[in-house]
């Protein structure tokens, strides 16, 4: 939180170009400038700023970089063909939503998706996935739920969002060499072992690498993608929650709401006014 912001420009320096004051804009400004977005005011550099689509929102804008540039990494990067069979859980979260999203826009059918509640499979079948490919964790035997709707084979790919017990069982769950695609560096002793043992490759997903090479021009070059898939109705903006506005007072309550996992999939969302 604090990484991820929409606004209006205000100011820019003599070398900035491409914005002019009074444009809306969005960015994600972690580690690539500042970590700022509760200030008022915020600099960052012109390098990972977009404008923002004309047909959302600010709170909507503000709710995107972070979550979809994760997403849109995790599908440029897996490859994915059409045959593979794909386990997400925690799949309408921040990242899991916006790549459900990607997945069915690229045709890709065969997603398994894990959920905890009744809204989240509202959510994942609004977005164009089938009961069947919805497992609840939260009843018994979920190893036995998730293999017998995936007829009864273990998956190609896994897309752990949860992590700890969950990347235990989603280890377990992957046909030998398969891949396993870790967002949340929360794996176990234990998840480790297995994946190990199973030959499996790791796909580590860092949304901040390419700033330690200052390659700036990636993180605008796949927000500008995921503005025109936005923009052009391919995918729809992520759902959120705002807060309040700004003070210190509605920060601490996202914080208790993140750190009690009460979210229910939506990003939070401050306003200063």
Known sequence: MGRELAGIVVDKGTQVFEFQIGDEVFCASGSM???GTYAEFITVPEAIVVLKPKKISFEEAAAIPSAALTALQI???LQISPKDTIL???????VGSFLVKILVAHKIKNIMATVGREESTKLLLNMGLKENQIVNY?????RDNLLKANNNQPFDIAIDLVGN???????????????????TFMTTTKSRETLFNKGISILNISNYAHS??????????????????????TISPPS????????????????????N???KGNKLIMIHE
């Open 165 to 183: 017990e969950m990347a235990e069982i989603t280890a377990e769950l992957l046909r030998i060499n398969g891949t396993y695609v870790d967002v």
């Open 212 to 233: 330690v090479t200052k390659n700036y021009a990636y993180y605008k070059d796949n927000l500008q993608h995921i503005s025109k898939l936005i923009q052009n109705g």
């Open 138 to 142: 939260k009843l018994p035997n979920l």
């Open 88 to 94: 997400i859980t925690g799949a309408t979260g921040g």
């Open 33 to 35: 400038g500042s970590n």
């Open 261 to 263: 996992n009460q979210t």
């Open 75 to 77: 599908f440029n990067r």
């Open 240 to 259: 959120y929650k705002i807060v309040g506005k700004l003070s210190t007072e509605t920060v601490l309550e996202a914080h208790r709401i993140l750190k």
